[in-house]
């Protein structure tokens, strides 16, 4: 297990400022108001291009008393500079600028800067509309909440044009409610973001959340999104859309070597969380197998054909070993899905090399609509299988049972 679970926030605090330099700090000698409500950390790396968009909607935040801090992470472009241009306008923009070191550890740095009473989130290649941090204070105050969530608008530009889609964070029955997910885990279904939120800087640090500091920026939000929703005793989720997501940035792609297993080491950093709290272990075992899961398809489907029977191999190799200690709990997903694992799992090359079209005609299209029906609340038949694995013996696929 990862020890660095083991250690104080403090002393996870010093590990993270020891890491890289720190080459300056500007307006953190400046003196805002006592009371900040809310700390919106912008973490940046070379995003010349949409910067000014993203500043200009977060310094228009209707919100009272709030600090901007932008991190910035070893950029080779204009970011810092234009940073610079702000914060000599914008007294209540921080800027932190640093050794590149990667996006968990940018946010990291950011966060345990924070002063405010609640920590936001801003992509620096996205924007946000002039009430969202009023909006989500207000209920996070009057609920007494450690997290609060909207929607949000995935958007592209095509020939000049904004072209927007409305995204639902949770389903019908889960918006205006305080919610423990521990105790409904279906919530852990729900859409995977950080940046659409409100955290309260008290449960965040209480209960040392941090982001994993691997390189890149690949996948680190995994880990921060689910460590918030299993030690949450009290979330909300909001049915309005303040958040908007770019996705049409050339920079945001895995289609490099080095980023081809960064899906697993976030996967490993919220195993060996679990494995410092046992009896979280125990409760969220199911939803930790379904979403690595779901996240590895999604990762293959999104590699290079070069890279995809590398990562096959691990994929295989890491549930396999599930197995073998009886930790492959697949109670959180529907038979077509376990069949689909188990093919994996028992034979990654003929897999590969066998099933890639009927896969990606047949089976990803029922595996993925199974994930989608969790989010829009339909129900459909859980499987409660749980195979036992002894390495003395073949592993019989479950399809071949009767």
Not at 25 to 54: A, G, H, Q, R
Not at 71 to 95: H, M, P, Q, T
Not at 166 to 195: E, S
Request: aromatic share 16%; with cysteine.
């Amino acid at each position: 297990m990862n020890n660095i679970f083991n250690l104080t926030f403090e002393e996870r605090k010093e590990k993270t400022f020891s890491k890289v330099p720190i080459r300056e700090l500007i307006n953190f000698e400046s003196n805002l108001d006592k009371n900040i409500t809310v700390s919106i950390v912008i973490p940046i790396c070379n995003v010349e291009k949409y910067l000014d968009e993203c500043l200009d909607s977060v310094v228009h935040q209707t919100l009272d008393s709030f600090e901007i801090i932008c991190v910035n992470d070893g950029s080779k472009d204009n970011s810092l500079n234009i940073c610079k241009k702000y914060a000599e306008k914008y007294k209540n923009i921080r800027i932190i600028d640093k050794d590149n070191a990667g996006y968990g550890h940018t946010l990291n740095i950011g966060m345990d800067m924070a002063k405010g009473k609640y920590i936001g989130i801003v992509e620096s290649d996205d924007y946000i509309k002039p009430k969202m941090f009023q909006t989500l204070y207000r209920v996070a105050e009057k609920n007494k909440l450690d997290l609060v969530k909207s929607d949000f608008l995935c958007f592209k530009t095509n020939s000049g044009k904004q072209v927007a889609e409305r995204k639902y964070t949770a389903t019908d029955m889960g918006y205006g409610k305080v919610i423990d997910a521990k105790k409904n885990l279906k919530v852990f279904h729900y859409l995977m973001n950080t940046w659409t939120g409100l955290y309260k800087t008290e449960f965040l640090r209480g209960n040392i959340i941090r982001h994993n500091e691997t390189p890149g920026a690949s996948y680190q939000d995994n880990g921060f999104w689910f460590q918030t929703l299993a030690l949450a005793k009290r979330s909300m989720f909001l049915k309005k859309a303040f958040y908007y997501y770019r996705q049409d940035n050339p920079n945001s792609s895995i289609n490099s070597k080095g980023k081809i297993f960064c899906m697993c080491d976030e996967y490993s950093y919220i195993y060996d969380f679990l494995c410092s709290q046992p009896d979280l272990k125990k409760q969220l075992m199911p939803v930790y197998i379904s979403k690595k899961f779901f996240n590895y398809l999604y990762t293959y489907n999104r590699l290079a054909p070069e890279f995809k029977l590398q990562f096959l191999e691990r994929f295989s190799a890491e549930f396999k070993e599930s197995l073998f200690n009886e930790e492959l709990d697949t109670s959180d997903l529907d038979s077509n899905t376990c069949e689909l694992l188990f093919r994996i799992i028992d034979d990654y090359n003929y897999f590969y090399f066998s099933d890639t079209i009927y896969v990606q005609q047949h089976w990803y299209e029922n595996v993925l609509q199974s994930e989608k029906q969790f989010v829009d609340g339909w129900s459909y038949k859980i499987s409660k299988h749980f195979i036992k694995y002894s390495m003395n013996k073949v592993l019989k696929k479950p399809w071949e049972s009767v």
